[in-house]
């Protein structure tokens, strides 16, 4: 009884690992060679004081020239652990010239990444939503 147990217990596993693990696509590798094409920066609804999802699209010009200039190259993965990621309600997506794409979640972001998001954060016009994140942003506490 206690056999069949185990092996049925085993043979469970080692299915579900291939079901939910066998098909995903290998994260977006950056050389640092390729060119940034497009940054979009898309704040979560029910965030800003709207309620409306707000969005930050840049493919050309001194401001996104500015933004490129901040990101790290090469671009590093999505972070997994704190205290080594930044969280704030947004998706932070990179598109590159050769193409692949970076995505980068609510609470994916490497603290290598804050300068860009205090000017993505300047950028969205919503001063009680970057005030919110004052530490995540690196900033410090505003005075009383």
């Given at each position: 009884m206690r056999k069949t147990l185990y092996?049925?217990?085993?043979?469970?596993?080692a299915t579900g690992v291939v079901a939910c693990g066998g098909s995903k696509k290998p994260p977006p590798?950056?050389?640092g060679t390729a060119t940034i094409r497009r940054v979009s920066f898309v704040v979560e609804p029910g965030w800003l004081p709207s309620k409306a999802r707000q969005s930050i699209i840049l493919t050309a010009g001194p401001r996104f020239r500015?933004?490129?200039g901040l990101l790290p190259r090469p671009l590093p993965q999505p972070?997994?652990?704190?205290?080594?990621r930044v969280c704030i309600p947004a998706m932070l997506t990179i598109d590159l010239s050769d193409a692949e794409s970076?995505?980068?979640?609510?609470?994916?972001?490497?603290?290598?990444?804050?300068?860009?998001l205090r000017s993505l954060c300047d950028m969205l016009g919503q001063k009680g939503f970057c005030a919110r994140y004052r530490s995540e942003l690196?900033?410090?506490?505003?005075?009383q």
């Amino acid at each position: 009884m206690r056999k069949t147990l185990y092996v049925t217990a085993l043979v469970g596993l080692a299915t579900g690992v291939v079901a939910c693990g066998g098909s995903k696509k290998p994260p977006p590798m950056d050389d640092g060679t390729a060119t940034i094409r497009r940054v979009s920066f898309v704040v979560e609804p029910g965030w800003l004081p709207s309620k409306a999802r707000q969005s930050i699209i840049l493919t050309a010009g001194p401001r996104f020239r500015a933004i490129v200039g901040l990101l790290p190259r090469p671009l590093p993965q999505p972070a997994r652990k704190r205290p080594a990621r930044v969280c704030i309600p947004a998706m932070l997506t990179i598109d590159l010239s050769d193409a692949e794409s970076f995505s980068y979640g609510s609470c994916q972001r490497p603290k290598s990444f804050r300068p860009l998001l205090r000017s993505l954060c300047d950028m969205l016009g919503q001063k009680g939503f970057c005030a919110r994140y004052r530490s995540e942003l690196g900033l410090p506490p505003l005075q009383q």
